[in-house]
């Protein structure tokens, strides 16, 4: 099962790859429902201050990846397709404090 701080690679309609994906959801949803809450996650720099950059290797991709704090989904937990990697610790806290930001938490 998704665990919070893990990039997924995440099926389109059809069942055919599609984006990748941060879980950002407590683990207690994680595992106790048929969902995850997650942020998409772009290969793409557009030097936006709510976007944050996973150092190569973190995503699972070889180049920088960069978390889209603006873009919150929730997903089926069946549409996540396969574990890609997971953030470090300061990054996750990154997200979350920009995830209060955006959202006046």
């Known amino acids: 099962?998704?665990?919070r701080g893990e990039i997924w690679s995440r099926r389109a309609?059809?069942?055919v790859p599609g984006d990748l994906v941060l879980i950002i959801s407590d683990n207690r949803?994680?595992?106790g429902t048929d969902f995850?809450?997650?942020l998409l996650v772009t290969m793409t720099h557009y030097g936006l201050s709510y976007h944050i950059e996973i150092p190569p290797g973190q995503s699972g991709q070889a180049d920088p990846a960069y978390i889209q704090c603006d873009e919150i989904y929730k997903s089926p937990s069946h549409w996540l397709a396969h574990r890609q990697g997971a953030v470090a610790r300061d990054t996750m806290r990154r997200v979350e404090r920009c995830l209060q930001d955006l959202l006046d938490l």
Do not use: L, Y
């Open 1 to 3: 099962m998704a665990q």
């Open 13 to 15: 309609s059809g069942g």
């Open 36 to 38: 995850v809450i997650c």
């Open 29 to 31: 949803i994680n595992d």
